[in-house]
C-alpha cells in the first residue's frame, strides 16, 4: 500500500497558476501508474491526468488538455499537476491516486485505483 498526501492547493485568481504536489511514502511508486482526479461539490469524482510508470505515456481530460501538465520524480516519490491558466470551474478538491504496482495503463475510472490521497482544495476565483 502507497500512502499519499497531497499539498499545494489554495485560492488563485482567474488565469492563475498552481502546482500540487503528491508525496507518497511507505514504498516507491516507481512501478504504479499515478493520476490525479477532482471532485467539485455536488459532482462526480472525475480523472484530470494520469502517468504511466511503463512507458512514460500521460493522459489528460480533454478541458485540462494544453493547461495541466502531470510529471513524476520517482526519486523523490513525488507526482506533480502543474496547473496554469486555472478557470473558475477548476475549483475541487484534488486527489492523488495510485494504481496497484505493477499494473499498466492510465484508467479514466476511479474504480481502478487502489490509493488515495485526503485531497488538496483548489478555488480559482472570477
Known amino acids: 500500500q502507497v500512502h499519499l498526501v497531497e499539498s499545494g492547493g489554495g485560492l488563485v485568481q482567474a488565469g492563475g497558476s498552481l502546482r500540487l504536489s503528491c508525496a507518497a511514502s511507505?514504498?516507491?511508486?516507481?512501478?504504479?501508474?499515478m493520476a490525479w482526479f477532482r471532485q467539485a461539490p455536488g459532482k462526480e469524482r472525475e480523472f484530470v491526468a494520469g502517468?504511466?510508470?511503463?512507458?512514460?505515456?500521460?493522459n489528460y481530460r480533454d478541458f485540462v488538455e494544453g493547461r495541466f501538465t502531470i510529471s513524476r520524480d520517482d526519486a523523490k516519490n513525488t507526482v506533480y499537476l502543474q496547473m496554469n491558466s486555472l478557470r473558475p470551474e477548476d475549483t475541487a478538491v484534488y486527489y492523488c491516486a495510485a494504481r496497484k504496482e505493477g499494473l499498466v495503463g492510465v484508467k479514466v475510472s476511479s474504480l481502478f485505483y487502489d490509493d488515495w490521497g485526503q485531497g488538496t482544495q483548489v478555488t480559482v476565483s472570477s
Open positions: 502517468s504511466a510508470w511503463n512507458d512514460g505515456r500521460t
Open positions: 511507505g514504498r516507491t511508486f516507481s512501478r504504479n501508474v
